[in-house]
């Protein structure tokens, strides 16, 4: 099983419409949740990130992480064609190294059609 | 301006050469990383380095080796290439000091061994 599971979709919803994207894990040392996206051929680009249990506004986006049921979720609201990309959730543990391991979910693919 | 090159963009081999993926970055962080992605768009890290100094080192092949000739750069050389070493590479580098992870992404390199 892995640590980190994503329904991969593929999710296509119209536009305006508020879109959930959803993960759950495994291991309880996960401390700091990110969700990245990433466009067709391009790099993944940090969205949103959390740390520990609460929700988090950005405009359009919310993240909300609920540590006691392991299981965190990306809302977008008033969708539009151009947050049409995979959408993937991170997460890494408390570390004092320099270099914070991510565990990635497998991303879950939207189109948001005009 | 382009804060996390990588090259080549496209890599198309044969079975049993031996490659190289050049990663820079121009935005002064300290910590760089390889990262995997296979055609299920599963994101996993292979090896991160902090100021030249390797930190992780997943479960990869040792025909995976990267180098830091600085802390700018990490390149990534493969050895007798296989099959299923096709997959898009991604670099990425993240800043010190910051209590969470946000890692930059290049735009990938898309190799392919025929």
């Known amino acids: 099983q892995k640590e980190v599971e994503q329904d991969p979709g593929p999710l296509s919803v119209p536009e305006g419409a508020i879109v959930s994207l959803n993960c759950t894990y495994s291991n309880s040392a996960f401390q700091y949740f990110m969700w990245y996206r990433q466009y067709s051929r391009k790099g993944p680009e940090l969205l949103m990130y959390t740390y520990s249990s609460g929700n988090k506004e950005d405009g359009r986006f919310t993240a909300q992480v609920d540590k006691s049921s392991k299981y965190i979720s990306l809302f977008i609201r008033d969708s539009q064609p151009s947050d049409s990309a995979t959408y993937l959730c991170?997460?890494?543990?408390?570390?004092?190294?320099?270099?914070?391991?991510?565990?990635f979910g497998s991303g879950t693919q939207l189109t948001v059609l005009p | 301006d382009t804060a996390v090159s990588q090259t080549p963009k496209y890599l198309v081999t044969q079975m049993g050469n031996d490659k190289s993926i050049k990663c820079e970055q121009n935005l002064g962080h300290d910590t760089m990383y390889w990262y995997k992605q296979d055609s299920k768009k599963f994101l996993k890290i292979m090896f991160s380095y902090n100021n030249k100094e390797l930190i992780i080192n997943e479960t990869v092949p040792n025909r995976f080796s990267p180098k830091s000739p600085d802390k700018a750069h990490l390149n990534l050389h493969i050895n007798s290439l296989e099959l299923g070493d096709s997959a898009v590479y991604f670099c990425?580098?993240?800043?010190?000091?910051?209590?969470?992870?946000?890692?930059?992404f290049g735009p990938g390199t898309r190799l392919t061994v025929l």
């Open positions: 991170a997460m890494s543990r408390i570390s004092s190294g320099s270099a914070r391991q991510l565990t």
């Open positions: 990425a580098s993240s800043p010190s000091g910051r209590t969470y992870n946000e890692q930059f």
